[in-house]
């Protein structure tokens, strides 16, 4: 699971915010995760060029449910499941750039969770493209 930001201009704060809940397999066995699929009634099963399969559950809705269903069951990925929960509900009520901004820095919390190395979109290149927009103050 993650939740990434990705620019895009046509966003009220130029940036979107994309979440994900993804299960992975290898393609040999891509009847489990067409199973899991079908059984929670969520989300789409893709097989990848690289033998693996996966089940990707992207809208916002389905994941707090899915969330709620196995949180209390989960012992790996719980930090995880929890922030991205908090995220999620958080995300419903941003109103303004600062609030946004607040938001993007619970979204750093899974470069760390997540062993990321590659997130280059941050809640510091968020405040710089903001204050360039005159959406903030620096």
Known sequence: MYIKLTKNKTYRFKYQVSSYIVFYQSSINIQFLQNLQKELSIGYVRKRNDGVSEFIIGDEKSQLELIEKILPYTKLKLEQLQLMKKILRKKKFVKCA???????GLIDGYKNLNYSKKRS??????????????????
């Open 98 to 104: 600062d609030g946004f901004l607040k938001l993007c």
């Open 121 to 138: 979109q941050n809640s510091i290149e968020v405040r710089k493209v903001l204050v360039q927009n005159n959406l903030i103050t620096p």
